[in-house]
């Protein structure tokens, strides 16, 4: 299984961007698809998750400013970040609750994608 992300860059302050994360490979399903972000010196935090019912949870520092969706058709989750401040700054992962079967469920984490917010 493999999640690639995309949409990452650098964005002034109060700006937006999109992330995208697709996940591919040998999957009967999908039960939890979420972000982290890391900034630099600190630990890895969850900003948002999604359940397969649809079921949401937020960093309270995001709420309100970000929204996380998925396709569960497409495998990919979404994560729309608006009125970003530059303590949004770091790298953002994709991590996602995979089965294998019925009974079988492993973690997988994307390679990260950098997102800057400048003053």
């Known amino acids: 299984v493999q999640l690639v992300e995309s949409g990452g860059g650098l964005v002034q302050a109060g700006g937006s961007l999109r992330l995208s994360c697709a996940a591919s490979?040998?999957?009967?399903?999908?039960?939890?698809m979420a972000w982290y972000r890391q900034a630099p010196g600190k630990q890895r935090e969850l900003v948002a998750g999604i359940t397969s019912g649809g079921s949401i949870n937020y960093l309270d520092s995001v709420k309100g400013r970000f929204t996380i969706s998925r396709d569960n058709a497409k495998n990919t989750v979404y994560l729309q970040m608006n009125s970003l401040k530059p303590e949004d700054t770091g790298v953002y992962y994709c991590?996602?609750?995979?089965?294998?079967?019925?009974?079988?469920?492993?973690?997988?984490w994307g390679q990260g994608t950098q997102v800057t917010v400048s003053s």
């Open positions: 991590a996602a609750e995979v089965r294998s079967s019925t009974w079988f469920a492993d973690d997988y």
């Open positions: 490979g040998s999957i009967f399903g999908i039960n939890v």
